[in-house]
């Protein structure tokens, strides 16, 4: 496919993460016209609203660059427009308005729960709804959560760590406990954002816990001391801690149940011991049928997420299912969406980015992933015949989107709304604003509006 020939394939990247956006760019390079369909308002996704908030330089970046790809002008904008079974447009109306190719990059939208008993409590909440809450990401921004004094995080990534932060530095809680299935040899975090909470380690603590889980560690060959080394060489560039927050670990202990009180709210967490048992060059986790409390009055599931069940793809495993013999895979991955009761690819659909592998691993990764998903729309938009009234077709799609009752946010309306906040945040001597809400951003829209002449 020649670039310059953009008025004969006209796409749809739905989500404007960075999976989507570079996704637009690489196939707009190709000579694609695309149409990127975001549920935000704003564009950005994970590096938007996933990102810890006080991260500024980095977000910024991340802003730059997308705002040097959106200026193409083969890429079209639509903000503020839901793609769903019950969204403002489904899978099946985008086809049927004359899209060639469509790109699923929706993320992984949905929350992943272990279906214990009290997941249902005040004070049990999942770390992805935490993270949009402190992100501005509406409507979580607008949310209650109510945290107490003692708070249990379950997992042992990165995602923990950005959790234990805010808790930390933000909030500034008594205490918070990292619980974790298996041991501290297998922890996810890095080195870089253990150092945001180092410094609120409780040191004593730490070589406790290292003792008491040493002989199950040395049952399968790991080192206890090695694992504590690596926790505490964050310290030497730790950040100054603002609160007296205690921090601690918990590990080999798998959670069995939230318990509440007569007013629903969480008072403990149970969990269950466990040791280790070696599995294909790894380790499994082995319940041991030993239970025992944490007081705890606030717990939050740091485990990961899946795909939006009701988007209109089939799911299996928390994620679309992709061929599982592709007709256009990149590096042997499949990006085709698949239906396993037909037994046959979704026509002309393809998925990328944490659509395609929910919760695997950031901005870089969703990159690449986003770029493949792309070739492998164009090797499929290589087979089709070109669609000479893609014109028409684009401007059918921009009738039927101006029917709607509500806002989609253009292109320019959004640079609109970028630079009324960059103003806001001149004014309050901030390194950032951000508005909390989709009408105060409307709204923001429209102040900014250019007058017509008198």
């Not at 977000?59 to 079974?85: C, D, M």
């Not at 949009?132 to 921004?141: A, D, M, V």
């Not at 949310?143 to 760590?161: D, P, R, S, T, Y």
């Not at 319940?287 to 990961?304: A, H, M, P, S």
Request: with cysteine.
């Amino acid at each position: 496919m020649e670039t310059g020939s953009h008025n004969h394939y006209l796409a749809a990247v739905i989500g404007a993460g960075p999976a989507g956006i570079y996704a637009a760019k690489q196939l707009a390079n190709q000579g694609v016209y695309v149409v990127l369909i975001n549920r935000d308002i704003k564009p950005g996704g994970l590096a938007e609203y996933g990102i810890y908030h006080s991260k500024h330089k980095m977000k910024e970046g991340l802003r730059n660059q997308f705002r040097r790809i959106l200026e193409t002008p083969e890429i079209e904008y639509f903000g503020n427009l839901v793609v769903g079974q019950e969204g403002d447009l489904s899978l099946k109306e985008l086809q049927a308005l004359g899209f060639q190719a469509v790109l699923v990059t929706v993320g992984a939208q949905g929350t992943k729960w272990l279906g214990l008993p009290g997941e249902d409590l005040v004070g049990v909440y999942h770390a992805k709804d935490i993270v949009y809450h402190y992100n501005q990401l509406p409507p979580f921004s607008q949310m209650e959560f109510a945290i107490g004094k003692k708070v249990a995080i379950i997992g042992v990534g990165n995602v923990m760590l950005d959790i234990a932060r805010w808790l930390i530095r933000d909030v500034k809680v008594d205490q918070v406990t990292a619980v974790a299935r298996r041991g501290p040899a297998e922890v996810k975090f890095t080195k870089k954002e253990m150092e945001s909470v180092a410094r609120n380690l409780d040191l004593k603590a730490l070589d406790e816990e290292i003792e008491r889980v040493a002989p199950r560690m040395g049952d399968v060959g790991q080192d206890p001391a090695a694992s504590k080394e690596f926790i505490l060489s964050a310290l030497e560039k730790a950040k100054d801690p603002v609160s007296e927050s205690r921090f601690i670990f918990d590990f080999l202990a798998s959670p069995s149940r939230m318990i509440g009180n007569e007013r629903g709210e969480v008072i403990g967490l149970e969990v269950e011991d466990t040791a280790l048992e070696p599995k294909n060059g790894d380790t499994k986790a082995k319940r041991l049928g030993t239970k025992r409390v944490l007081e705890v009055d606030t717990v939050i599931f740091c485990i990961g997420d899946r795909v939006d069940e009701d988007f209109g793809l089939p799911v299996r495993w928390n994620e679309f299912v992709k061929n599982p013999a592709p007709s256009f895979p990149v590096q042997e991955n499949s990006y085709e969406a698949y239906d396993p009761e037909r037994e046959k690819p979704v026509e002309g659909v393809f998925v990328a980015g944490w659509s395609r592998e929910a919760s695997n691993g950031l901005v870089g990764v969703a990159r690449k992933d986003g770029e493949s998903g792309a070739q492998a729309v164009l090797q499929y938009l290589d087979t089709q015949t070109p669609a000479d009234d893609f014109l028409q077709r684009l401007n059918n799609f921009r009738a039927h989107v101006a029917k709607l009752d509500k806002k989609v946010v253009s292109k320019a309306e959004w640079q609109r709304l970028e630079a009324h906040e960059q103003i806001e945040a001149e004014k309050r001597g901030l390194e950032a604003f951000k508005y909390a809400s989709n009408n105060e951003m409307l709204a923001a829209i429209e102040k900014a509006a250019p007058q017509p002449a008198d």
